[in-house]
């Protein structure tokens, strides 16, 4: 591996450690069996590391770091599925907004099977919730009055005050 390490680095820019968490997640994954109820959100792991994908967060304690997202069990805050965010993220659809898309895949092992995501106002679209209504799936999300399209109607109108 160490002659491609280059090509894959330019490819993935996790591409060092990405074998070793793919692992780890595999393992949460097998070991445990979460709730129905299931949380969604975005972490910020403090790093003076040098790496590509560092972030700035100016509202953290902690302003650089390395963030994932993450999905944990409400009840015990197991991890049971988490990536990191490396950048402009390339994979998803046309179609699919960000967070959108962060949802999705972090919920792809738990959709149709009657469970229950909470996120906050970041990941909160209507289109997102009838999304995963279509998969059996439910959503109990964090609404702004100030974000547009985020009530259940679809139709881009405020909540009513």
């Not at 962060?102 to 679209?125: A, E, I, Q, W």
């Amino acid at each position: 591996m160490k002659r491609t390490r280059s090509q894959h680095l330019q490819s993935d820019k996790f591409a060092l450690a990405a074998e070793v968490w793919q692992k780890f997640i595999d393992n949460c994954f097998l070991c445990y069996r979460p709730g129905q109820n299931l949380t969604a959100d975005e972490q910020l792991f403090p790093s003076k590391a040098r790496c590509r994908f560092a972030q700035y967060m100016a509202n953290k304690p902690d302003k650089f770091g390395i963030k994932f997202w993450m999905l944990v069990d409400n009840d015990t805050k197991y991890l049971c599925n988490a990536f990191p965010y490396l950048g402009k993220y390339e994979l998803r659809s046309a179609n699919e907004s960000l967070p959108e898309s962060f949802v999705m895949r972090l919920m792809s092992p738990y959709l149709n099977k009657g469970r229950n995501v909470t996120t906050d106002n970041f990941f909160t679209s209507s289109r997102l919730a009838r999304t995963l209504k279509a998969k059996d799936t439910s959503i109990v999300e964090t609404m702004s009055y100030t974000k547009r399209n985020t009530c259940s109607s679809g139709n881009g109108e405020s909540p009513p005050s």
